[in-house]
């Protein structure tokens, strides 16, 4: 059984920083690009940031510079750096998991509340 779980939401003032973790089990992780998606009430869910098997890593122009996508093959978990958080970076953010090779095999986690608010 595959699970995505995400940790390390919460509420942070404007300008503070948070660092989500993904913990994947049931897959062969190395061979998944993974990456971060938010979906903000009324609005359309959006990929934040990606990063493939081979390290190569991309991300929404709104969060460049601010937001880095990292992950450990080794603790099979993808992480998301967030600094200097602004109030409409405030969403639901989901871990995503798609197979390099196979698009049948993609998975999500079950999201995390990010609120950046004073």
């Known amino acids: 059984q595959v699970q995505l779980v995400e940790s390390g939401g919460g509420l942070v003032q404007p300008g503070g920083s948070l660092r989500l973790s993904c913990a994947a089990s049931g897959i062969i992780f190395r061979l998944y690009a993974m990456g971060w998606y938010r979906q903000a009430p009324g609005k359309q869910r959006e990929l934040v940031a990606a990063?493939?098997?081979?390290?190569?890593?991309n991300s929404a122009d709104s969060v460049k510079g601010r937001f880095t996508i990292s992950r450990d093959n080794a603790k099979n978990t993808v992480y998301l750096q967030m600094n200097s958080l602004k109030p409409e970076d405030s969403a639901v953010y989901y871990c995503?998991?798609?197979?390099?090779?196979?698009?049948?095999?993609?998975?999500w986690g079950q999201g995390t509340q990010v609120t950046v608010s004073s």
């Open positions: 995503n998991a798609h197979h390099i090779a196979t698009a049948a095999r993609e998975y």
């Open positions: 990063i493939h098997n081979n390290g190569y890593t």
